[in-house]
């Protein structure tokens, strides 16, 4: 299988990439000014060698087993709209998890939104004033959920997993509870007319991915909230030390992802055309895979948005594969273990090399 | 129609509240969706089944899911019990959890209930306590996925998993039958599932009957999301497609979402377990949505019925037999533009 074989070539690429920049990447936990990790930038670029490898083998394998079938536009537009709903999330998560968190409630929370932002009385709003009332719903219930998230961890000092556990358990409950448990179609015309058409022959849903991909790249690499999440991340007590408002930092970060999650479930809509509790069924997993195989640190103080794009690309790309060549999904799910697995044994070596 | 889908409701209640007073949001929970005549509409009682008999209190215990089919399920339950005045329902909370559904048996057993309906979230792991209850002189009516011991049920009322696929298949078959080099695509519910592995096998048995084949086949997971991106990704990989079996409606509205993103219609779709939105495109006569075959949502409404018939000691009406089934199992009709008017007012909305 050839991505195995480039998951076997990440190493020697991947190595040579970090010890290339070793001091950028030294996770200074002792003497930690987490601000020095802000070089990251570099380092995710030369770790991304074996993600970039890797689907450039996935999109070899499509190309070897669907010919122009794999390659034509329509089938890319698929992979990418696939890629763009988790994707937006991930963005989102990315930042979460640099800074030492998880937020786990993100697939309830997104399912929350659209729910939300399809029931009756919103949909009956959007139709008499305007759709932006359903895109401000799901906007809305998701930087409350993501707020209420943060405030729980940073104030309540609740840890991280367990504040979006329970986010996770009710959100669902929620969503269960205000559709009654029914798929509500959307049936506000201006809300699908602007979501499901192209713009220069690329759906709206695949520029929003861009844009908050790029906004997220900009946020995280180049602004002082990007450092400060970083810096977060690597040493609390050292991030407090310089000065940074570590809560008022962990509020704004869960917000962000809340945020995220909240553009998702927009996106969500105009694929499915319905809001369900049951969507984003199961994100949070996914999410955490793609984060983690794109090279963000579980443990935090070290992210790459640039890894995480790839990231979702390449669960994209897979599963398309797959069905192209009308595989088992049993199987499918097998590699994408494989995948995972790979990613963060690598991961591993890195972090034990910058601890030597 | 089981699946798996995580379920906390008590929690949610407490911080739902929660959410609400931090108050981002621009609408009231009650406005949502009015209609409730989600599945088993309560039929008048037929013969002389109908007339009161002695009081008699019957459990009722089932999964919870974000699903359209099973709260018809346990709605179609309810209305039973409402029917009747010489029956008290005790209807447990819904749990997805088998443990907890244990503990909701054991629970009626203690408060002597005359009767139980049960529809386990898993069969084999509900077999012992519901063997339990019957030992104890309760009898237990079991519904759609069925217990691994005889003993533990006095009756059992399944659907029909395998018999879905043969009327989806057989009615591709019709459509389709002259046409050998036919595609036929297939979007299955969730894979590790035994209802969908016996769907699937009915389906592949009634078009080999035809010289037809699944040339293509996806498997999604029961929801709109699953089904959405199963189809995406399907069509892309059939670019020409004559027929397309979807096993569950309410992952059906993903799929006519895909099929819409792709412009694509040159095949018609077969949809699965009768929901009221796909028995709509159906009416239409404008949507690829040609049929679907019914997995009804009134088994647990039907097991209510029974339960109270086995508790009062009665017979059941229409049968010259003077005891309860045994084991009744439902058939899976096909829903086409023909006789949609007469399924329709039934339906689940999903």
């Known amino acids: ?207 929003m991915f861009v844009l908050v991909a790029v906004a997220g790249w900009f946020l995280f690499n180049r602004t002082t909230f990007g450092r400060r999440t970083i810096a977060v991340g690597g040493n609390r007590e050292a991030a407090r030390l310089a000065g940074i408002k570590v809560n008022r930092h962990l509020v704004m970060v869960y917000a962000l992802s809340g945020l995220c999650v909240g553009i998702s479930a927009v996106m969500m809509l105009s694929r499915t055309t319905a809001g369900s509790s049951t969507n984003g069924y199961l994100y949070e997993l996914d999410v955490i895979a793609i984060v983690v195989v794109g090279g963000t640190l579980l443990a935090g103080g070290r992210g790459t948005i640039f890894g995480t794009v790839l990231g979702v690309l390449i669960f994209a790309v897979l599963t398309n594969v797959f069905v192209q060549n009308n595989l088992d999904s049993s199987v499918q799910s097998v590699v994408k273990g494989a995948i995972i697995v790979g990613a963060v044994l690598l991961q591993q070596r890195f972090s034990s090399h910058s601890r030597t | 129609m089981s699946r798996i889908t995580p379920r906390y409701l008590s929690v949610a209640a407490l911080i739902s509240a929660t959410l609400l007073v931090s108050g981002c949001l621009s609408n009231d929970p009650e406005e949502v969706e009015a209609e409730d005549d989600a599945g088993a509409a309560a039929a008048e009682p037929a013969g002389d089944n109908a007339e009161a008999g002695e009081d008699v209190v019957i459990g009722f215990s089932g999964p919870a899911a974000g699903h359209g089919w099973i709260g018809a399920i346990t709605e179609g339950a309810q209305n039973q019990g409402d029917e009747f005045d010489d029956v008290e329902l005790r209807v447990s909370e819904g749990t997805d959890d088998v443990n907890e559904q244990i503990s909701h048996i054991e629970q009626f057993i203690n408060d002597e209930v005359d009767a139980i309906v049960v529809l386990p979230f898993d069969g084999a792991a509900l077999t012992e306590i519901a063997t339990e209850a019957m030992e104890a002189g309760i009898p237990v009516v079991n519904v759609d996925r069925e217990f691994s011991s005889p003993f533990a049920a006095r009756t059992t009322i399944l659907g029909d998993n395998y018999g879905m696929g043969v009327s989806a298949g057989e009615y591709i078959c019709e459509q389709l039958g002259d046409q050998e080099d036919a595609v036929v695509a297939e979007i299955a519910g969730i894979d590790s599932l035994p209802l969908t592995q016996d769907r699937s096998e009915g389906f592949e048995e009634a078009l080999s009957d035809c010289g037809l084949e699944v040339d293509n086949r996806v498997a999604a997971d029961f929801t709109v999301q699953g089904g959405e991106s199963a189809a995406a990704n399907l069509l892309q990989a059939a670019p020409e497609i004559d027929a397309i079996w979807n096993h569950d409606d309410d992952q059906g509205v993903g799929v006519l979402a895909a099929i819409e993103n792709a412009g694509r219609d040159e095949f018609f779709m077969v949809g699965g377990a009768g929901s009221a939105n796909m028995m709509r495109e159906i009416e239409s006569g404008e949507s690829v949505v040609e049929a679907t075959v019914v997995y009804p949502a009134t088994q647990a409404a039907d097991g209510v019925r029974l339960a109270r018939l086995l508790a009062q000691d009665r017979a059941m009406g229409d049968l010259v037999q003077i005891e309860v089934p045994r084991e009744i199992q439902l058939y899976a009709p096909v829903v086409t533009a023909d006789n949609v008017d007469q399924y329709l007012p039934n339906a689940f909305e999903s």
């Open chain 1, 1 to 207: 299988m050839s991505e195995t074989t480039a998951a076997g070539s990440a190493p020697g690429t991947d190595t040579s990439a970090v010890s290339a920049q070793e001091p950028g990447s030294r996770r200074d936990r002792g003497n930690g000014n987490g601000k020095k990790t802000a070089t990251g930038t570099k380092l995710s670029l030369g770790h991304s060698l074996g993600l970039v490898l890797a689907l450039a083998a996935l999109v070899v394998l499509g190309i070897i087993t669907g010919g122009t079938r794999f390659l034509s536009v329509d089938n890319l537009m698929v992979i990418l709209q696939q890629a763009a709903v988790v994707g937006v999330i991930s963005i989102g998560a990315t930042f979460v998890i640099t800074s030492g968190g998880i937020d786990l409630s993100v697939g309830s929370v997104m399912g929350l939104a659209t729910i939300w932002a399809t029931t009756l009385g919103t949909q009956a709003i959007a139709m008499d004033f305007h759709w932006l009332i359903m895109v401000f719903t799901a906007l809305a219930v998701g930087v409350a959920a993501g707020l209420l998230n943060g405030i729980i961890i940073a104030y309540g000092k609740v840890v991280p997993f367990i504040a979006t556990l329970a986010m996770l358990v009710a959100a669902r409950g929620f969503a269960e509870l205000i559709s009654g448990r029914q798929t509500q179609i959307v049936s506000v015309p201006g809300f699908t007319n602007a979501f499901r058409r192209d713009i220069l022959g690329i759906p709206v849903i695949v520029w």
